[in-house]
């Protein structure tokens, strides 16, 4: 991270500030409407658990670009990984002169993802990218073509993904017609199913689903985040993701778990599914996995990912050098400095401040999440009733305030926490200190 940039949230000026006023402008000229952003702020320099934007304002980092700069933005060994690559080559494509970097991560995926049988991987560019290419050699390996998604799920922006994704505003809304064979199934949402649905009878409920409106025989993949991320960083109830991936195996379904989210030591497992050790069939990662470069990748078993005939996969892209240099430093940089055992201390302060958090206010319904991937769902008191304004209040008195939170959720009431790892606990306990001050503030 830039040397100069102190670990200190920092205002001096209005949020935002003149300077980033400007700048919106131009945007607002300049950029489609279709790009949205949290906050209107201009950044200039990021790192450890700091953003600085163009006013010389510092906050305090609860987001990490959407769950990217999970090792922290700028991270040394990334830094001097890429500056190394970039003078050395940019691009050749992979596809016509390939490089070691490229299959330096492929190693590292094989060795790194959970399970221990014969693996291969390919590489792309974004998590929607990867999850489209799960989708292709899971139908070639099975010969079949429906896929089976769930309630609450996001899996991205292109036309297959937004027929997996389930929100309609603001991913889908006006750009359909969407991808045939795509069915969705029933989540284990603890906070709103009823009290006797555990995760062995969600799954049921679920599987008695897929079986009676899709079939097994049609059935070419299951693709499941093992906690949602846009869709409200929803836990399954423990036994769900297990009792799943077991019905996958016996029905020869691919299970495929979207980890470009939770993945590479976000949840205080180097992958979510680690948690009740689960081994799915494929596993998408993208997002964490190159410390801000754009890359993504499909892992899985051998005889799966070798369904694919010759040249029926790739991208120009796809597995760009740069980003390559930057996935292994991030790897090294993960492993050195012990960052799945960050995330959960991270996950233990959060979550031990958020459940005093709950039990003052009542407008906080339920507290959940795993490691350094914690959130808050905001209910009108003593119901399971949404409030979004509420989200939205607190969100927009914590910018203010300084500090980066993003929301979440299908009903748009969800807070959510995605701390960088490389975030120090003082700049956490402030931030949480900001949060709480957010909540007395806000009437909704
Ligand atoms: C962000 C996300 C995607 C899409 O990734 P992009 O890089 O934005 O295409 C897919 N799945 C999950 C779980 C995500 O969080």
């Not at 993904?161 to 991808?179: C, E, L, V």
């Not at 979550?351 to 795993?370: E, I």
Request: negative net charge; glycine residues 10%.
């Amino acid at each position: 991270m830039p040397a100069s940039l102190e670990q200190r949230r920092h205002l001096v000026t209005e949020i935002p500030g003149p300077r980033s006023l400007e700048l919106m402008s131009r945007k607002n000229a300049a950029v489609a409407r279709g790009i949205g952003t949290t906050m209107p702020v201009f950044a200039v320099e990021a790192g450890g658990g700091i953003v600085k934007d163009v006013d010389g304002n510092s906050f305090i980092d609860l987001g990490s670009g959407i769950a990217v700069t999970t090792v922290g933005n700028s991270a040394p060994r990334v830094v001097e990984a890429v500056r190394e690559q970039v003078e050395a080559f940019t691009h050749t494509c992979f596809m016509v002169t390939p490089y070691e970097g490229y299959v330096a991560v492929a190693e590292a995926l094989n060795r790194l993802t959970p399970g221990d049988h014969e693996k291969r991987s390919a590489l792309f560019n974004s998590g929607a990218e990867a999850v489209e290419n799960a989708i292709k050699i899971a139908r070639a390996h099975t010969r079949r073509q429906a896929v089976v998604v769930f309630d609450h799920a996001y899996h991205g922006r292109t036309n297959l993904t937004m027929a997996m994704t389930a929100k309609s505003m603001p991913y889908k809304s006006g750009f359909g017609p969407f991808a045939p064979e795509i069915y969705r199934a029933p989540l284990s949402y603890p906070f709103r199913d009823e009290k006797d649905v555990d995760g062995q009878t969600a799954a049921e409920r679920a599987i008695d689903v897929i079986e009676k409106q899709v079939g097994s025989a049609n059935l070419a993949a299951v693709v499941i985040e093992p906690i949602q991320g846009e869709g409200g960083f929803i836990v399954p109830a423990d036994g769900f993701l297990p009792a799943l991936s077991q019905w996958c195996a016996a029905h020869d379904v691919v299970f495929i778990a979207d980890e470009v989210q939770t993945g590479f030591a976000r949840t205080g497992d180097l992958f979510a599914c680690d948690h009740e050790g689960v081994v799915p069939d494929l596993i998408v990662t993208a997002k964490g996995i190159a410390g801000g470069l754009p890359l993504s990748a499909v892992t899985g078993r051998g005889d799966i990912m070798d369904a694919s005939h010759v040249s029926g996969l790739g991208g120009t892209y796809g597995g760009n050098p740069l980003a390559c240099a930057a996935a292994l430093a991030t790897i090294e940089t993960i492993e050195a400095e012990g960052l799945v055992a960050r995330a959960g201390d991270i996950g233990r302060l959060m979550l031990d401040r958020l459940n005093r958090l709950q039990a003052d206010d009542d407008r906080v319904g339920d507290v959940r999440g795993r490691g350094a991937m914690v959130a808050v769902e905001l209910v009108k008191p003593g119901t399971t009733e949404p409030d979004a304004e509420l989200a939205r209040q607190v969100a927009a008195s914590a910018h203010r305030s300084g500090v980066i939170v993003l929301t979440c959720g299908t009903y748009g009431n969800v807070l959510r926490f995605l701390p960088p790892l490389a975030i120090s606990d003082e700049l956490l306990t402030e931030a949480l200190d900001v949060l709480t001050t957010a909540f007395e503030e806000a009437t909704a």
